[in-house]
């Protein structure tokens, strides 16, 4: 058999294993991209829809007239499926949620917590298909019966905020008792390789965060894509809890001074929430917003001492700054090359 025969075969089996996630996608590869703020803005978004793969608008913080603006903008830059990913927590959620029917998006995601009834029922009646984060089988079998259409499990070897479990358990998990929905894999995940391991137990799909970073098409700053070329994978650390009273989500970012200060913010806060100065809700938004700003300072400004640098494990295989098309051929030809071998 010639080579170029081997490679249609495998192009075919990669067609096959993740055709559900294709489908749901409506994308050329089921490669999903982890919404990342700051970065996953209308120019990087756009590039991954537009090389074949699923963009995500990171809403984070934005007003609903800024959603609607950036929304409105990447689809003057790509004619192909894009999503928009939304904090359950955002005080405006309602608000943001009717942009995304005003403006027509096709799929939403859902992060940072149990999303209301309300919300997913909203989100159902304008024909949006709905994407969650499931951390456990528990929470995944929950999600499904809430109406969900589709779960991302990710593993605490991704960046930004991350879970307990790994990616290899979760799936193991997940992965054989649920099928029901499309589940996308995601956490650590940087080579072609490892989505086809995953398509093959199951999945429909994978998503990546950390190995797009360094597009050239991302607007992270040169100092920000420096910092994760340069990088390996011990470097990226996650964050501690100081107090088992004053829960935190883990952070996995570049260890540098702001993995440092934000201990002492820790610090600062469960001293003033014992002494009765603040309630432990205000507390925590004050813990978060130290994240909003550090990675504003960080990937915008490129202050990579006092900026967060959040990076998943799968940093030590960014060696270069690509073209985002680039980076998705290379990705789907190791997973064709896997299959072949």
């Not at 055709?19 to 919404?35: Q, V, W």
């Not at 005003?102 to 309300?118: E, I, N, R, T, Y």
């Not at 929950?142 to 589709?150: E, F, N, T, Y």
């Not at 991704?158 to 879970?163: E, K, P, S, T, V």
Request: glycine share 10%.
């Amino acid at each position: 058999m010639t080579t170029a025969m081997n490679d249609d075969l495998g192009r075919k089996r990669l067609n096959e294993l993740w055709a559900r996630g294709r489908e749901f996608l409506g994308t050329e590869h089921a490669i999903l991209a982890g919404a990342m703020s700051w970065v996953s803005e209308r120019n990087f978004v756009s590039a991954i829809s537009n090389a074949g793969g699923f963009g995500v608008i990171a809403c984070g913080s934005m007003q609903p007239d800024m959603l609607a603006d950036e929304i409105k903008a990447t689809v003057a830059m790509t004619d192909k499926p894009f999503g928009v990913n939304l904090i359950t927590m955002h005080p405006d959620l309602d608000d943001l949620v009717q942009v995304c029917r005003d403006q027509d998006v096709s799929h939403v995601v859902l992060a940072g917590g149990l999303p209301p009834s309300k919300t997913i029922g909203v989100i159902k009646d304008f024909g949006a298909k709905l994407i969650c984060f499931a951390p456990a089988l528990v929470m995944a079998k929950k999600l499904v019966r809430s109406g969900v259409d589709a779960l991302v499990i990710e593993g605490s070897e991704a960046g930004g905020h991350i879970g307990p479990v790994s990616t290899q358990v979760l799936a193991q998990e997940i992965l054989p008792n649920i099928d029901a929905v499309p589940i996308f894999v995601a956490g650590g995940i940087g080579r072609g390789e490892a989505i086809t391991q995953f398509l093959r137990m199951g999945a429909s799909g994978c998503q990546l965060g950390t190995r797009f970073v360094c597009a050239e098409e991302s607007i992270a700053h040169p100092n920000f894509k420096k910092a994760f070329i340069r990088a390996n994978a011990r470097d990226a650390q996650a964050s501690v809890q100081l107090d088992r009273q004053f829960p935190v989500i883990p952070v996995r970012a570049l260890n540098n001074a702001a993995a440092i200060e934000f201990m002492d913010v820790q610090k600062d806060v469960i001293v003033r929430y014992q002494a009765g100065e603040i309630d432990q809700e205000a507390a925590q938004l004050e813990i978060e917003r130290f994240w909003v700003g550090a990675l504003r300072a960080g990937v915008m400004d490129g202050d990579v001492e006092a900026g967060s640098l959040m990076a998943g494990q799968s940093v030590g295989m960014v060696k270069k700054e690509q073209p985002m098309q680039e980076i998705i051929d290379e990705l789907v030809d190791q997973a064709v090359q896997a299959l072949n071998d």
